[in-house]
Structures are given as structure tokens and as C-alpha cells.
């Protein structure tokens, strides 16, 4: 295990910049996921750490050493691609020895070790069959096995989980979460999905144009966000964002009053009002202070436990919940209602967060 340090670290391709001088630390045996929208430069960031792309400035270390000018075999670490990357000509066993070929270890340590890790994520019965007889749940566990016998320094993983259906997915996400509590080892992991990110990561880094925006555990950027894209990228669904505007001494949100709140100091464009769609509420008192908003019904998402609905406030669209039962008629007029404390404040220029009420 290492951890690895990020300084400055910068890539470009001519006169574009993919990635811009980021800092980030990794600790040892920490699992740390990338996230952001596709050319965010979070894959390449990670291609950078494994030797895959040049450093165009900046300095890398892994386990305290700068690692710069050294190839990807010389780093001690081990990456699991989106496409598996395994051969089919191979049988499993194979496949998950074929690093430790040309490793100099004894046969019956490397043997040891693809037992091991077959037995670690539950491939013992499939040792003598080809990837075509595997599914694609399998085939990843193939790959992640591979690295995994290296015993590296550290995993980097790039959207690994992306060709798989959702069901699928889904396991995919327990099996890594778990097999890195086992084993402890350093993780970086690369995803577009923000789910991915909040169950899997001790830490997450939101990226957006090759910066990135705000480091923190999942609940402290899903309760904290510092920015409008930080607050709708992380939470499922999406923040609803109201322009509100400020009326003596206090702010106007959808024909909604505040009272008792003093307007924030923000730029002349105003404010936006961020509210989750589980604060959102249907037919449920927010107590004194809170916010309730009255639209018209657009689309109700039944999904039994609780039901989506979304509610157009007369130019704006918000998501709103009510109990899995409650499914209101589309065109219907409703009240939504948010309690005191889960309102989030945001400039509408610079869409920083300007605080809570």
C-alpha cells in the first residue's frame, strides 16, 4: 500500500488543457473516487498517475517517491479498464496469473495466489473456463482478480462497472467496496456516476474542466456543497434550483415568502434557492419558518416506496416527493412544503454557495 500525491499536476494535449494544476492528497489504503461529466479530466488524471499518459507539469509521488519519468510497470500499481481487457483465448486461472508470468516468482507461490484471489471473489469454479462462457459480472471479477495478485501498491479502476446493467452494477459496487475493506489496499477509482461515488468513497473529488471543485466524504458534499454544480451533480434526483429575489429584507421564492430572513449579500443577479427533493414534501406541515410552494403537476414517477412528482411553478420545474400511495393526477394543483434548515443559498452569478436557512 502508498498513498499518492497529486502537486500541480497538469496535462495538455497542444493548446488544450485537459487537467489543471490539481492538488490532491490519497492516503494509504484510502479509496478515493473521481467524479464528473465526461471531459472533466478525471480519466486522465488517472492515466497520469498510472504512467499511461505524460505529465505535461507537476509532480507525482506514489508511497512518497516521484514517479514522473518511470513507466507504468515500475509504479507498482494495478488498473482495471472498462472493457475488462482480458483474453479469450485464455481460460480464468490464466487470465488472473497472466501478470505474474514473467514475475520470477516460484510456480507454486504463483499458483497460490490465483487460488487465492479466485477464492477472494468467487471464481474457484470457473478457473478452467474462457471470458465467452462468463457474464459481464464475471469478466470484471476476472480483471479485478488479475490486479489483484500483483498485491500493488495501488488500484486504479476507470468506469469499470459502465458495461454492466444496472442489477449488475449494482453487486459490482458491493463486491469492490468489500474487497477493499479486506484488503486495505490504496484505491482510485474513476466514475461518471455520482451513486457510484456516495456508496463506494471514503473520500470524493468532483471535477468539472479539468479542475477540481470541492474533496470531501460523501455527506459532507451532499449536506455542503460549495458550489450550484457540485449541489445537483451529487444527490439523486437532482437539487431543484428556485431564483429567488430579495423583497424587504427578505426573499421572494416562487411566490413564497420568507419571512425573517434577511436577504444575503450577493451579486446584482440574484439568488437561487436550492432545495433536494426529499425536503420537498407533498401534503406534509414544515413547521414555522419554512418554505411552501404551490405548482401545477406535470409528471408523477411512482416508485413504490415514494413517488416523484413534478410540480411547474409557473416557468420553473421542481421534483418533489409524496409518499409511495400518493400518486397526484397530472394538471392537479399542489402544495410542496420544505421545513426550516434545508434550504441551500447559492449567488446566481457565481453559483457559490452563499450559506443555509
Known amino acids: 500500500m502508498a498513498s499518492i ?3 500541480g499536476l497538469t496535462k495538455r494535449y497542444g493548446r488544450v488543457t485537459a487537467v489543471e494544476k490539481i492538488d490532491l492528497t490519497i492516503g494509504d489504503g484510502e479509496f478515493v473516487v473521481l467524479v464528473g461529466p465526461s471531459g472533466c479530466g478525471k480519466s486522465t488524471t488517472l492515466r497520469m498517475i498510472a504512467g499511461l499518459e505524460d505529465i505535461s507539469a507537476g509532480v507525482l509521488r506514489i508511497g512518497g517517491e516521484v514517479v514522473n519519468q ?21 481460460t480464468v486461472g490464466q487470465n488472473i496469473g497472466f501478470g505474474l508470468y514473467t514475475s520470477g516468482l516460484p510456480r507454486a507461490e504463483k499458483e497460490a495466489r490465483i487460488r487465492e484471489a479466485a477464492r477472494t471473489l468467487r471464481l474457484e469454479e470457473l478457473l478452467d473456463r474462457r471470458p465467452a462462457a462468463l457474464s459481464g459480472g464475471q469478466r470484471q471479477r476476472v480483471a479485478i482478480g488479475r490486479a489483484m495478485v500483483r498485491d500493488p501498491a495501488a488500484f486504479l479502476f476507470d468506469e469499470p462497472l459502465s458495461n454492466l446493467d444496472a442489477q449488475l452494477r449494482s453487486a459490482m459496487r458491493i463486491e469492490i467496496k468489500r474487497l477493499h475493506q479486506r484488503l486495505g489496499t490504496t484505491t482510485v477509482y474513476v466514475t461518471h456516476d455520482q451513486i457510484e461515488a456516495m456508496t463506494m468513497a471514503d ?44 423583497r424587504d429584507g427578505a426573499l421572494s421564492v416562487g411566490g413564497s415568502l420568507l419571512p425573517g430572513q434577511g436577504a444575503p449579500s450577493t451579486s446584482q443577479d440574484g439568488v437561487l434557492v436550492g432545495i433536494r427533493p426529499h425536503d420537498l414534501v407533498i401534503g406534509q406541515g414544515n413547521g414555522e419558518g419554512g418554505l411552501a410552494l404551490s405548482g401545477t403537476v406535470t409528471a408523477a414517477e411512482p416508485l413504490g416506496s415514494e413517488t416523484l412528482v413534478h410540480v411547474d411553478l409557473g416557468g420553473t420545474e421542481v421534483v418533489a416527493t409524496a409518499p409511495g400511495r400518493v400518486v397526484p393526477a397530472v394538471d392537479s394543483t399542489v402544495t410542496a412544503q420544505a421545513a426550516p434548515g434545508s434550504l441551500y443559498l447559492f449567488d446566481a452569478k457565481t453559483e457559490r454557495a452563499l450559506g443555509r436557512l
Open 5 to 7: 500525491q497529486l502537486e
Open 70 to 90: 518511470r513507466e507504468p510497470k515500475q509504479r507498482n500499481i494495478a488498473m482495471v479498464f472498462q472493457n475488462y481487457a482480458i483474453y479469450p483465448h485464455m
Open 203 to 246: 473520500r470524493i473529488v468532483v471535477m468539472r474542466d479539468g479542475r477540481i471543485l470541492q474533496v470531501g466524504t460523501p455527506i459532507e458534499l451532499y449536506e455542503n456543497p460549495v458550489d450550484v454544480f457540485t449541489a445537483r451533480f451529487i444527490g439523486s434526483p437532482a437539487m431543484n434550483l428556485v431564483p429567488a429575489e430579495a
